[in-house]
């Protein structure tokens, strides 16, 4: 990726590292964020559905690809983080803090797990590599028909999972100034690991 060059929303070979595994329609339901270092805060810039955003992304930034698929009525969603070259060191850390923390919270999503205590599992790893504070949302939130439903994994929710929920989980960090990172896997509920749908990588990876 040159300096400077313009990035459509519908760029075919990153969606196709995003939604490696996900079969189905993914027109339309594709969102890019660009974590954009504007002044001292992190802008994130998302198209309405359907909606062309161009982007100009510069070299050692992040990208934040949200995609999903519909599938016979049925919603699903990935998230991962692509770097535009080498990050900052601060960035790095990030990556590897949010993507321990996502792991922890694959592990705590079972049956019989409340909403509060998965959540709990990711925010704990996050907070322990010292980015609590820039983790501002839910660790993730369940996807059927509707792309966000119950059950909701987070600090308020009032849900308890059980055997064949489909969740997300997607723990964030975002850093002012510098940018942002998101993991996110969808998985189905069971009683001893969650069933993992999302076969993309999560190591991190460079497009140049």
């Known amino acids: 990726m040159a300096r400077g060059e313009v990035v459509e929303d519908h760029d075919a070979a990153v969606l196709d590292q995003v939604g490696g595994g996900v079969h189905g329609d993914l027109g339309g339901l594709a969102r890019v964020e660009e974590q954009q270092r504007v002044g001292t805060a992190v802008e994130q810039r998302r198209p309405v559905?359907?909606?062309?955003?161009?982007?100009?992304?510069?070299?050692?930034?992040?990208?934040?690809?949200?995609?999903?698929?519909?599938?016979?009525?049925?919603c699903?969603?990935?998230?991962?983080?692509?770097?535009?070259?080498?990050?900052?060191?601060?960035?790095?850390?990030?990556y590897a803090t949010c993507l321990q923390g996502q792991l922890a919270g694959l592990d705590a999503v079972t049956a019989g797990t409340t909403g509060v205590d998965a959540d709990a599992a990711a925010r704990s790893v996050i907070e322990a590599g010292g980015f609590g504070e820039e983790f501002g949302h839910g660790l993730g939130h369940g996807v059927g028909i509707e792309i966000h439903e119950a059950p909701r994994l987070s600090?308020?929710?009032?849900?308890?999972?059980?055997?064949?929920?489909?969740?997300t989980v997607e723990p964030g960090i975002y850093l002012e100034g510098l940018g942002g990172i998101r993991i996110e896997d969808l998985v189905i509920v069971r009683d001893r690991a969650p069933e993992i749908l999302t076969t993309s990588t999560k190591e991190p990876v460079t497009v140049s």
């Open 155 to 167: 600090r308020e929710s009032p849900d308890t999972l059980v055997e064949g929920n489909v969740v």
């Open 76 to 94: 699903a969603d990935c998230t991962r983080t692509f770097a535009t070259g080498p990050l900052p060191e601060r960035l790095q850390e990030a």
């Open 49 to 74: 559905r359907g909606q062309h955003l161009d982007l100009v992304v510069e070299p050692g930034q992040t990208v934040v690809i949200d995609a999903g698929a519909l599938v016979e009525g049925y």
